[in-house]
């Protein structure tokens, strides 16, 4: 079994920044693609950023040039660096990730969701 556990979200100030975190546990091994979505209420889930093992990553327009994705793959984890958010960047959060078990088998969780709200 392989398990994400998400932490960091909260309320944050206009222009402020957060850290998004999500953790693998259980049999993960390696992770391969890993992927932050988001939703707000009244608006389809929408991908923020992915980024695979290689080191390549893909943002989405609106985030370009204030968020980053990153992983450290000793810890397991994947990041969701936000920067300059703004109001519309309120919503749950999502992380998803592909990779590796123990015993060479591929896994793909969920993530439970975190609330992000921006506002002053």
């Known amino acids: 079994q392989v398990q994400l556990v998400e932490s960091g979200g909260g309320l944050v100030q206009p222009g402020g920044s957060l850290r998004l975190s999500c953790a693998a546990s259980?049999?993960?091994?390696?992770?391969?693609?890993m992927t932050w979505y988001r939703q707000a209420p009244g608006h389809q889930r929408e991908s923020v950023a992915v980024?695979?093992?290689?080191?390549?990553?893909n943002l989405a327009d609106s985030v370009k040039g204030r968020f980053t994705i990153s992983r450290d793959n000793a810890k397991k984890s994947v990041y969701l660096d936000m920067g300059s958010l703004k109001p519309e960047d309120t919503a749950v959060y999502y992380c998803?990730?592909?990779?590796?078990?123990?015993?060479?088998?591929?896994?793909?969780?969920w993530g439970q969701g975190i609330q992000v709200t921006v506002s002053s």
């Open positions: 998803h990730i592909q990779g590796m078990t123990t015993w060479g088998t591929p896994f793909n969780s």
């Open positions: 259980g049999s993960a091994s390696s992770i391969n693609v």
């Open positions: 980024l695979v093992n290689g080191g390549m990553s």
